[in-house]
């Protein structure tokens, strides 16, 4: 259980106050008009929204092959949406940055995680998929980015998500191209982790520097040094640049070698159509063969397949940046008869709870202000007069991160088990921690940030942990939990009233994790794996379409005393593998399955069974006064949820199971 106590809450950006002149790469000014500024945010927004809409009726359309070339593709069934709105309407490539660019008119240029989260989980309540809504369930679960993105917590780390949802802060980073490369890594960990956020970062740095540069191959060396040296992404773009050199003319020949490489060989476990490196590598080609016509490299955006509306989106995004609002072609963003403004100056709401419409020129406006402070406050500075005004750009301006505790899994503690645990990320390492109330656990010692030792004695500990940066202070109250031997390692039998996965009716759902992730037998309860390979056990049995009661426990040969069990899940799907209820039953001395009383489950299921605030590989602590028995089990209602793929409609509900522990 973790209690906040704020000493000192308001957070005030560091601003670097000097600025030097010299060459592009170092310590450098730049300056740009507001009036071209504006200009080219509105390309971005506009440009963004086109490709959104536009490649919409191409979205994961075009796997086995490319699309076909019969350009221009047009907005096809979207032109639809676009008269039935009288406008553009919102989708997940524009709205998570909309609501992102609120937060920033609310909080300033630099919202706090805690900030974004609670954003998230207040306007985001459906239509989010993957690394996103695995975020969404990881917010509701208690934590707090970067673990709602962590790998070890997010199975989806690794998809598309973030490419699609953090353009905003490159376009109101303008030529500050390592403070908007950094400031991407950071928000893509909202979602995402390791090689999945690097094309984020590499979008980053080239929207920031499209302000600057107009050349879409300077563009991407631009973007290339943005990222990790040893990065995935890094080495895959360098592919890419190489296949357009070896087909010069043939972007289909390129394309086919890419999606064999990326899709068709892609590892198992990281094998999906929406895979962040392998989009990447669809928009870095799209972009190469476009050769800076906004209109083929939309076309190709789409045509490369896949995800092809977010890759179409970010590009398209990009090409406005670069070209401002005079260089997009009038045709797409004025494509019903009668509209005299882009998209007839309108972005209707219909994906996110309580996000207000809004005129696009009222967004631009927003983001023109939010792009100036920013700016500023980095050792920048505005001058001239009305209608004249000149933006100066300290281009070596660097992101912070806001002081904050970041909040993910407390360590498991057990006596005898040497513990080496970090409170910190990288992001808030270079922070001071001190220990300022309660008592260690006993056999434990803690060091800027670091809890090290082997515990003695079962039992909670309460301790207060400080955060400070020199000027702001925070502190966060936690209780640590020392936990006695795990009793399920000695356990004689396995209990559980599905023992193997029904492997056919898993291959006919609409499954989303690598085939390797999931178990063939229960057994995998008790092997001390909780993610990974071979970590997870589905209970799928026959399909039947109906919710049913699963029950998971274990059986010893003598009696053992037990007062605490802990139940690690495994991944979950968008159709079940959820508990809607747990309890806690014991076999007493005549043979009979008896509840256990008084339980209390740490953190609380879910309020509610709805999908979208579920947890991927969460733990839930039960306890309850001791019991002594032969064997213990905890079972409860699993979830059916309606799904559009036909065959999933047709799946009973079922548990998604990782590891659970006993102890006395």
């Not at 973007?223 to 050199?245: N, Q, V």
């Not at 090409?319 to 997009?328: A, F």
């Not at 202070?473 to 029904?502: C, G, M």
Request: glycine content about 8%; some cysteine.
């Amino acid at each position: 259980m973790i209690k906040k106590r704020i000493i000192l809450s308001f957070l005030i950006p560091v601003a670097s106050i000097v600025l030097l002149t010299g060459n592009l790469s170092a310590k450098t000014q730049l300056k740009i008009k507001v009036s071209d500024l504006r200009d080219k945010i509105a390309g971005e927004w506009i440009g963004q929204m086109i490709g959104n809409m536009y490649g919409l009726p191409h979205e994961n359309k075009y796997i086995d092959q490319a699309g076909p070339e019969k350009w221009p593709y047009g907005y096809s069934k979207s032109l639809d949406k676009l008269q039935k709105y009288d406008g553009a309407f919102s989708d997940d490539d524009t709205d998570v940055e909309y609501m992102y660019l609120l937060q920033m008119m609310k909080f300033g240029p630099e919202p706090s995680y805690s900030q974004l989260r609670d954003a998230w989980m207040y306007h985001v309540r459906d239509r989010v998929w993957l690394a996103n809504r695995a975020a969404l369930g990881l917010m509701h679960f208690g934590y707090t980015p970067p673990f709602t993105g962590n790998k070890a917590l997010n199975p989806h780390w690794y998809q598309i998500d973030p490419q699609l949802i953090n353009e905003i802060w490159g376009v109101t980073a303008p030529g500050m191209v390592h403070y908007a490369a950094s400031k991407s890594d950071w928000a893509a960990r909202i979602t995402s982790d390791d090689w999945g956020i690097e094309p984020t970062i590499f979008y980053g740095a080239m929207y920031s520097a499209a302000y600057f540069e107009k050349d879409i191959n300077k563009l991407m060396e631009i973007g290339l040094k943005a990222l990790p040296s040893d990065g995935r992404f890094l080495a895959t773009a360098k592919e890419m640049i190489a296949l357009h050199a070896k087909y010069p003319t043939d972007w289909k020949a390129a394309r086919q070698e890419m999606a064999r490489k990326y899709y068709t060989n892609e590892p198992e476990m990281t094998k999906t159509i929406w895979n962040a490196n392998l989009n990447g590598a669809c928009a870095i080609l799209a972009m190469l063969y476009g050769e800076g016509n906004f209109q083929r490299t939309l076309d190709l955006s789409c045509a490369m397949g896949f995800d092809a509306d977010n890759q179409a989106a970010t590009v398209a995004g990009l090409m406005g940046l670069i070209t401002g609002m005079k260089g997009l072609p009038a045709n797409l963003y004025l494509p019903i008869k009668g509209w005299e403004k882009p998209f007839n100056d309108k972005y209707i709401n219909v994906t996110r709870y309580d996000l207000p419409d809004a005129k696009i020129s009222q967004i631009i406006e927003q983001t023109l202000k939010s792009t100036i402070n920013l700016v500023v406050s980095k050792g920048g500075k505005l001058s001239g007069k009305p209608g004249n005004e000149v933006l100066t750009i300290n281009a070596d301006a660097v992101f912070n991160p806001p002081l904050e505790f970041y909040l993910g899994p407390l360590p498991v503690l057990e006596i005898g088990k040497p513990v080496d645990f970090n409170f910190y990320t990288d992001a808030n390492k270079v922070y001071n921690w001190s220990l300022i109330g309660g008592k260690l656990p006993e056999g434990l010692t803690f060091i800027k940030g670091k809890l090290n030792g082997t515990p003695t004695v079962s039992g909670h500990s309460g301790i207060t942990l400080q955060l400070d940066n020199g000027k702001d202070k925070l502190a966060l109250d936690f209780d640590l939990l020392v936990r006695s031997t795990n009793l399920a390692l000695t356990a004689d039998t396995i209990f559980s009233n599905v023992r193997q996965l029904n492997e056919a009716v898993l291959d006919s759902c609409w499954y989303t994790f690598g085939k390797p992730m999931y178990a063939k037998t229960v057994n995998v309860i008790n092997d001390g794996k909780i993610n990974g390979e071979v970590s997870v056990f589905y209970s799928l049995a026959a399909k039947s379409n109906i919710p049913k009661i699963d029950y998971y426990g274990y059986g010893w040969k003598t009696p053992q005393k037990i007062s605490l069990m802990a139940l690690n899940t495994g991944c979950l799907e968008e159709f079940g593998g959820w508990f809607t209820s747990l309890n806690v039953q014991f076999l007493n001395e005549a043979g009979k399955w008896t509840p256990v009383e008084k339980i209390t489950i740490t953190p609380g299921l879910p309020a509610t069974d709805n999908v979208f605030v579920q947890p991927h590989f969460a733990e839930y602590v039960i306890s309850f006064p001791t019991v002594e028995t032969k064997a213990i089990r905890i079972i409860g209602d699993t979830k059916i949820q309606d799904h559009w793929n036909k065959y999933t409609k047709q799946v009973s509900g079922f548990s998604s199971v990782a590891e659970l522990s006993v102890y006395h």
